[in-house]
Structures are given as structure tokens and as C-alpha cells.
């Protein structure tokens, strides 16, 4: 099967895909994962009745660029005792109660002391924060600021039952073959606990991309990471360094559930054929949205985009992370993600991928005036419905920009035609021998 819209059309149950995604999500939610550790382990496993990925295991110790894949942090419990010997706080109701990479614990303190390592939200008295110690030995816990006032005075027993050792840093990579060996990279991350937009949402986007196109026959090879942030992204850039130059297009997916617009962050080289591509969806559609620029802090896109890398690599949100108020806390949950946004969200990335898969260029083999059209049975009269207008006028536009100079995706902007009418108008054309590719 060759990916054209009509079979995305015809065979795409764009709300079926969503409740799938939503499904992983489930399923992945109640995961404790972190940067590295049996979380990540466990989060591919799952993945892996969708897609058949690699899973690669980098020791501990190993030295990337400037950064060393750090210690394995795996916990098995966690809670905060009262005199009572009651848990008020248990890590098996939610893993964001114990920050990440927390040191293991066994003692008995006073609240004055504990304070020191709790951490609320007094602006969301409700929520729990989501919290990291990564590059730090030290330990803490993670509770709603309503609870926090209601302790008092008293020794408190807090225990961490968690390792910190040499062990692996874990990541996912699933790989499609395509006639070229040219490759779009598509990215999210896998460190995080129990949080459904950042990023359970864009493991579940990368997960059904990649299941969606391995049916499909493509031109390009796909390659889809799914790592720990920043640390991953640095890893996997290190170890794979002759393949990098083979990545033309990529993306970075993550928070692309909540029911906020479509953001899309621009590579760092601002005009790549994925910018291109991405605006493009966007500007046909029937929603809102805003383009922003390359900035070099946020998700993996600032590894993929370092100076001397500089990858066609964009981020595609929904609302930026750190600009909706339950990012990083426990109000990021399953109810948190909408299906049809995921739904929503697939859709738009497989159509901006349906354009880089086609966005070729072509020479026009009749460029001394116009060809007859008539003849061939290409042309119409005016007078005809809209949809068959923007046909014939596309089929001109194709003719008169196929210089070898303009690709399709470029007299589409230039026409203010969608990218599908210029494609249908290139196949007519290719079929009469007008045009070949160039
Ligand atoms: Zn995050």
C-alpha cells in the first residue's frame, strides 16, 4: 500500500486511533518511570504488543559528549508514617509522592526536619508536584499543600525503600525500512511518572505513528525514539553519530492530548521542509494554532538542534509545555487528555508526513505555452463546482512552476491551494506525460 490521503481517508478511523491512544495510556499510567530504571523497562514492554521495538541498555558510566549516562534508580515503596503508625503518605496511592531519583531512607524525624524535604503547591492546594533530584543525592516527598497544613508536631517515620547503582540507562527505537535511506526521526520521552500529557500522549502519538506506517510502503525510513529526556536524546546522538547526516525531517512529540490548539515549535533552522510541511496542515485546517520559534530550552529538540547537529527537527504540541497549569502535577491525568484530541494530533502529524512523503519536484516536458489540456481531457469549462475549479487551477500552477526549481509543497503555498489538489494535479499530469520527475 503506498500512504496517499485517500487511503488516510478511506482507511482511517481517526477517533479509533484516539481511543487506542487513549487506551496506552491507561494502561501506561500507573508506571512509576524515571530517567532510567524498571519504569522504562516496563513502559516498552508494553509498546511492544504495538510495535516490535529494539530495546537498547547503555551502562551506566558511559560518557556521551559532555554527560555520563548516570546510576539506575529503581523503588519498590515508599511512605511517611504518623506516631500512629498510620501512612499519610504511600507511595503506591501515586508514584509523584517520592521525587525522582530520591536516595533510599529509613529513619524517624521531626516535622520541622521533614519540611525540609516536602514539596507542595500552595497556588493548588489539591495537586501534587511532580519533582526530580536527577544529578543530586538527596530525597524527598511530593504532597498536596492541604495535607501539609493539616501535620502537626510529632516524629514522623519516613521510608524510601529505592536503589541508586550502576545498572543501564534504557531506551526504545523501532526502525521502518523505506526505498530510501534518507530518514524522518520522530522523539518522545519516557521519564516520566504518572502524567498523561507530558508524555504519555506523545509515547501513545509515536507508538500508533509507527504501527499506522509500518503497513504502509514508504519512501522515506523512519526511525522512532523513545527515550529519556535530555540525557536520551544525548545518548542516542552519541552512539549513533555516522547515522545522523541520514535524518532529513523529524519531529519531537510530546504534550499533544490536553484540549488546548496545536503549537508548533520550529526547528532551529527555521525554514526546513518539516516547517514547511507542519504550517502548511495547520493553515489548512479548520482550527487555531500558533508557530513559534526555535528557542533552545524544552524538550529534545535542543539536543537534535545543538549547533552541530542542527536537524530539521520541530516540536509538536498542543499547549506548550509549562503554559497550562497542571503540567508537572498530579492534575495531569487520565481525564486531563481528550481523545479526540489525540486523535486530532495524529491526524495532523500523519498528514505533514503524507507531504514530506510526497513533496517532490518535477520538469514540465510542454514548457514552450501552455499544453492543450483539452485533448487530453484535463480541461473543464468555467462555470463547474468549486472543488473541480481549484483541480483545473492547480493543474496550471503545476505546469507553470515544474522547473525543477519548485517542489509541490512550494507551488502549494505559492497557489493558496491545499497540498492534495496539487498532488492530484501532478498524477493527472504524469499520466499525459506532461510532466517527469526531475
Ligand atoms: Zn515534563
Redesign the pocket.
Known amino acids: 500500500m503506498t500512504l496517499r490521503f485517500e487511503d488516510l481517508n478511506k482507511h482511517l478511523n481517526s477517533l479509533e486511533i484516539g481511543q487506542e491512544m487513549f487506551q496506552l495510556i491507561k494502561e501506561l499510567y500507573p508506571i512509576c518511570r524515571s530517567m532510567t530504571g524498571n519504569g522504562i523497562r516496563d513502559t516498552l514492554h508494553l509498546i511492544q504488543r504495538h510495535v516490535s521495538l529494539d530495546i537498547h541498555e547503555v551502562p551506566s558510566g558511559t560518557n556521551v559528549f559532555d554527560w555520563t549516562v548516570p546510576k539506575e534508580w529503581n523503588i519498590r515503596d515508599a511512605y511517611i508514617k504518623d506516631e500512629k503508625g498510620e501512612k499519610i503518605v504511600d507511595f503506591k496511592k501515586s508514584n509523584l509522592h517520592v521525587v525522582s531519583y530520591s536516595v533510599p531512607v529509613n529513619k524517624k524525624m521531626s516535622l520541622t526536619e521533614l519540611k525540609q524535604h516536602i514539596f507542595t503547591l500552595p497556588d493548588h492546594p489539591d495537586w501534587i508536584p ?1 519533582r526530580t533530584a536527577y544529578y543530586e543525592e538527596s530525597w524527598g516527598f511530593c504532597l498536596a499543600h492541604k495535607q501539609l497544613l493539616e501535620l502537626t508536631d510529632g516524629e514522623y517515620e519516613v521510608y524510601i525503600d529505592s536503589s541508586l547503582n550502576n545498572g543501564h540507562l534504557t531506551y526504545g527505537e523501532y526502525y521502518i525500512r523505506g526505498d530510501e535511506m534518507d530518514e524522518v526521526l520522530i522523539s518522545c ?1 519516557t521519564c ?1 511518572p504518572s ?1 498523561c500529557n ?2 504519555l500522549s506523545g509515547i501513545a502519538l509515536t507508538t500508533f505513528l509507527a504501527k499506522y506506517l509500518s503497513h504502509l510502503s514508504l519512501r522515506y525510513s523512519y526511525r522512532f525514539l523513545f527515550i529519556p ?1 535530555t540525557i536520551g536524546s544525548i545518548t542516542w546522538l552519541c552512539l549513533n553519530e555516522p547515522l545522523v547526516s541520514r535524518i532529513k525531517h523529524g519531529l519531537v512529540v ?1 504534550c499533544v492530548g490536553d484540549s488546548g490548539n496545536i503549537t508548533y515549535k520550529k526547528s532551529r533552522q527555521g525554514s526546513a521542509e518539516i516547517d514547511g510541511a507542519i504550517s502548511h496542515v495547520l493553515q489548512h485546517s479548520q482550527s487555531s494554532y500558533s508557530i513559534i520559534d526555535f528557542y533552545p530550552y524544552g524538550y529534545d529538540d535542543r539536543q537534535y538542534c545543538s549547533p552541530a547537529f542542527n536537524l530539521p527537527i520541530g516540536c509538536l504540541m498542543r499547549t506548550q ?1 509549562g503554559h497550562f497549569p497542571e ?2 502535577t498530579s492534575e495531569d491525568n487520565l481525564e486531563f487528555v481528550k481523545i479526540p484530541c489525540l486523535a486530532d494530533s495524529f491526524t495532523k502529524c500523519l498528514s505533514a508526513l503524507y507531504i514530506i512523503e510526497n513533496n517532490k519536484r518535477y520538469i514540465n516536458l510542454n514548457p514552450k505555452c501552455e499544453p492543450q489540456l483539452g485533448k487530453r481531457g484535463l480541461y473543464h469549462s468555467m462555470g463547474i463546482p468549486r472543488q473541480d475549479m481549484d483541480a483545473q487551477i492547480a493543474l496550471l500552477w503545476v505546469l507553470n512552476l515544474s522547473d525543477g526549481k519548485h517542489n509541490l509543497l512550494d507551488i502549494a503555498e505559492k497557489s493558496g491551494l491545499s497540498f492534495y489538489p496539487i498532488q492530484k494535479a501532478t498524477d493527472s499530469l504524469l499520466r499525459c506525460n506532461l510532466l517527469k520527475e526531475a
Do not use: G
Open positions: 511532580y520521552h516520566h502524567l507530558d508524555n529526556a510530546a509545555h503540567y508537572h
